[in-house]
Nanobody, 124 residues
Framework: QVQLVESGGGSVQAGGSLRLSCAAS????????MGWFRQTPGKKREGVAI???????HYADSVKGRFTISKDNAKNTLYLQMNSLKPEDSAMYYC??????????????????WGHGTQVTVSS
């Protein structure tokens, strides 16, 4: 049974940093595509960053240069380092995993497993 457990969310002021973690069990993240998504009330879940099994990375334009996705295969853990946070980054952040090595488009609809989410709130 695949389980994804996020941690690291919280409240910070604009310009601050947070590091999200996603611990995976029942799933070998090195073999598959994984990603971070976020959602605010009333809006669709959007992709933030994707990392394929070969380490290829894709970011949403809104976070390029500020967020960094990475993974530790030995710890079976996915990370999202978020710097220079803005109020518009406030959202529930979700870790997600695919059943394939590569994500075709990084869309929420193609991901097969989800964590419960961790809240990030950035105040101005």
């Amino acid at each position: 049974q695949v389980q994804l457990v996020e941690s690291g969310g919280g409240s910070v002021q604009a310009g601050g940093s947070l590091r999200l973690s996603c611990a995976a069990s029942g799933y070998t993240l090195s073999n598959y595509c994984m990603g971070w998504f976020r959602q605010t009330p009333g809006k669709k879940r959007e992709g933030v960053a994707i990392i394929d099994s070969d380490g290829s990375i894709h970011y949403a334009d809104s976070v390029k240069g500020r967020f960094t996705i990475s993974k530790d295969n030995a710890k079976n853990t996915l990370y999202l380092q978020m710097n220079s946070l803005k109020p518009e980054d406030s959202a529930m952040y979700y870790c997600a995993a695919d059943s394939f090595p590569y994500c075709s488009g990084g869309y929420a609809s193609e991901m097969d497993y989800w964590g419960h989410g961790t809240q990030v709130t950035v105040s101005s």
